[in-house]
């Protein structure tokens, strides 16, 4: 299979990489690995979204998605999905070499990643591929982080040019860079790689 190296790569570091050549194969995937009623915590995340997670998974999981709460609880909700069974989110980009990439303004994605529920699962399309950590960081900052931006209407140089100004912007939504080598301790972490493109 086209993508056994990154697979055997995860599998070195202590991860739990699934593959699917389908986003109809990645949810069921996803479905079966977490068992039913368990509360899980979501990231915010376009893969999420474009997958429709939260309406297929709503009936028989306890969701903590922004979008089934009031704005005005998102801080508190925050909190309560650093401490659920489960915790879904995507990676802004996957290293062929097994490390995953991520940068964030508010940090609560990362710091769920590294400290927060007891496992974790990172759905993710192949368009999130790089070759390594540098190629990594340079698709956050050139990809991911101007459309982001551009979809939240922030005031920093990438919403207007798509690519990296390495601003100082009190809008810049690049406040902290998280390389997972491996899970933390303590852990499961599984990631579910699906062969289309997804999020960005
Ligand atoms: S540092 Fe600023 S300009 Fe560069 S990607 Fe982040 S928000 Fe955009």
């Known amino acids: 299979m086209r ?7 995860l599998k070195k570091r202590g991860f739990h990489p699934y593959f699917a050549s ?17 509360s899980i915590g979501f990231g915010g995340s376009v893969t999420v979204d ?13 969701l903590l998605h922004r979008s089934l709460y009031d704005k005005s609880k998102h801080e508190d909700l925050y909190w309560e999905m650093a401490r659920a069974d489960w915790y879904i989110t995507s990676t802004n980009a996957i290293a062929q070499t097994g490390e995953l990439i991520n940068i964030d303004g508010r940090a609560n994605r990362v710091a769920a990643m590294l400290y927060g529920p007891k ?3 990172v759905v993710c399309g192949v368009n999130k591929i790089v070759k390594d950590i540098n190629e990594g960081i340079d698709r956050v900052r050139n990809v991911a982080a101007p459309l982001n ?11 207007i040019t798509g690519k990296c100004g390495n601003c100082l912007s009190p809008d810049t939504i690049c ?8 899970p933390t301790t303590g852990k499961n972490f599984y990631i579910v790689l699906i062969d289309e493109k997804l999020g960005y």
């Open 50 to 62: 474009e997958l429709d997670l939260v309406d297929i998974m709503k009936d028989e999981y306890k």
């Open 149 to 159: 931006t551009k979809r939240l209407a922030k005031n920093t140089p990438c919403a």
């Open 22 to 38: 389908s986003r109809e194969e990645g949810i069921k995937i996803i479905r079966e690995i977490i068992p039913k009623r368990s």
């Open 119 to 121: 496992n974790i699962l």
């Open 3 to 9: 993508y056994n190296e990154l697979l055997d790569n």
């Open 175 to 182: 406040k902290a860079t998280v390389i997972h080598h491996h």
